[in-house]
């Protein structure tokens, strides 16, 4: 196809469409859009929690959804990054993950895994700016031994060293790689720019800051921020089945 076969062959379909816009079905159809109706919709009524405090001070709330079989669950505890010193920034974040992976006095985080793993189950822990938190996932059928494993990582957590020098490594491998990306860059350069960069809230990890990181301050983190809270409302508990609401209750 030539060049003027082209012209001429774009130039008859910029005439044939400016033809049919012109017509009254084309401006009927453009107006006929803004005239179709919205149906009102239904009220939204979104099941509401059942909010149950115990004597000791804890909070659970309860919400029930019976399509599948499981139950999950959360706790979350005051106190977060916001709250780490400046000289161990990071340690909320080291905190998180070893609060798991280290185990409990009893298990060793590998132990752990195999019990959960066989069961499709999960027990996971984590930190935030301003709290850190545990949560479940299980078939209700597992749910009394998830929930004691559940329990003793929230109660007592080992710290062991060694997933602490994995959970450190990691750390110093992500401060390596956190200028890969323009994204988390400029996400960062912007917190310090809002808050101001010794803000709690801007701060991030350095090397010097995780090396200075101990056993010891997550033993000390976990007795003032956690095991201090198991009495008061520090804790609030989340959990998505009303049968095994009581009992939840009574483990703590």
Same mark, same amino acid.
């Given at each position: 196809?030539?060049?003027? /076969?082209? *012209?001429?062959?774009?130039? /008859?379909?910029?005439?044939?469409?400016?033809?049919?816009?012109?017509?009254?079905?084309?401006?009927?159809?453009?107006?006929?859009?803004?005239?179709?109706?919205?149906?009102?919709?239904?009220?939204?009524? =979104?099941?509401?929690?059942?909010?149950?405090?115990?004597?000791?001070?804890?909070?659970?709330?309860?919400?029930?959804?019976?399509?599948?079989?499981?139950?999950?669950? *959360?706790? &979350?505890?005051?106190?977060?990054? *916001? &709250?780490?010193?400046?000289?161990?920034?990071?340690? +909320?974040?080291?905190?998180?993950?070893?609060?798991?992976?280290?185990?409990?006095? /009893?298990?060793? %985080?590998?132990?752990?895994?195999?019990?959960?793993?066989?069961?499709?189950?999960?027990? $996971?822990?984590? %930190?935030?700016?301003?709290?850190?938190s545990?949560?479940?996932s299980?078939?209700?059928?597992?749910?009394?031994?998830?929930?004691?494993?559940? +329990?003793?990582?929230?109660?007592? =957590?080992?710290?062991?060293?060694?997933?602490?020098?994995?959970?450190?490594?990691?750390?110093?491998?992500?401060?390596?790689?956190?200028?890969?990306?323009?994204? $988390?860059?400029?996400?960062?350069?912007?917190?310090?720019?809002?808050?101001?960069?010794?803000?709690?809230?801007?701060?991030?990890?350095?090397? *010097?800051?995780?090396?200075?990181?101990?056993?010891?301050?997550?033993?000390?983190?976990?007795?003032?921020? +956690?095991?201090?809270?198991?009495?008061?409302? %520090?804790?609030?508990?989340r959990?998505?089945?009303?049968?095994?609401?009581?009992?939840?209750?009574? %483990?703590?």
């Amino acid at each position: 196809m030539t060049r003027k /076969t082209r *012209s001429v062959l774009f130039f /008859t379909v910029v005439m044939a469409a400016m033809t049919w816009m012109s017509t009254p079905q084309a401006a009927a159809q453009e107006a006929t859009w803004q005239q179709i109706p919205i149906p009102t919709l239904p009220p939204f009524h =979104p099941p509401q929690p059942k909010r149950i405090q115990l004597s000791n001070g804890m909070v659970i709330f309860l919400q029930e959804d019976h399509e599948l079989p499981l139950i999950s669950g *959360s706790a &979350r505890v005051r106190g977060g990054s *916001s &709250r780490e010193p400046a000289a161990k920034v990071g340690l +909320v974040d080291l905190f998180g993950e070893v609060w798991r992976t280290g185990g409990t006095k /009893t298990q060793t %985080g590998d132990q752990l895994d195999d019990f959960l793993e066989i069961r499709a189950a999960k027990v $996971e822990t984590g %930190g935030g700016p301003d709290s850190t938190s545990i949560s479940l996932s299980c078939l209700k059928g597992d749910f009394d031994d998830v929930f004691k494993i559940f +329990v003793d990582v929230l109660q007592n =957590p080992e710290f062991r060293a060694d997933k602490l020098d994995i959970a450190k490594k990691q750390a110093e491998d992500s401060i390596a790689r956190r200028n890969d990306e323009v994204g $988390e860059i400029a996400a960062r350069e912007s917190a310090k720019l809002a808050y101001g960069t010794d803000n709690p809230y801007a701060r991030v990890p350095e090397y *010097s800051t995780i090396a200075a990181i101990t056993r010891q301050d997550l033993i000390d983190w976990h007795q003032t921020h +956690v095991h201090s809270q198991s009495h008061h409302p %520090g804790i609030q508990w989340r959990l998505r089945c009303r049968r095994h609401g009581s009992q939840a209750a009574r %483990g703590f």
